[in-house]
């Protein structure tokens, strides 16, 4: 991970959905990030190294979540 990126993750605004509930566990968080990337982590290990995708891969991720393309 560039020193960047590092120094830009402990300044990250972490957020996840409501629907996880208060104790903090089964969900991901997302944060976003400079150049539109998006840090993505487990909210039940967040000591754990986010990954990273760029603002194009977030997007298609999205929009297939939002069509129901992953339901199972």
Known sequence: MSEDLSQELTRAEWRKARASGANNGNCLEVAPLSGGRVAIRD????????????E???AAFID???RG????
């Open 56 to 58: 194009a891969v977030w």
């Open 69 to 72: 393309e992953f339901d199972f």
């Open 43 to 54: 909210t039940e290990a967040p000591e754990q190294a986010p990954y990273v995708v760029r």
């Open 64 to 66: 297939g979540a939002k």
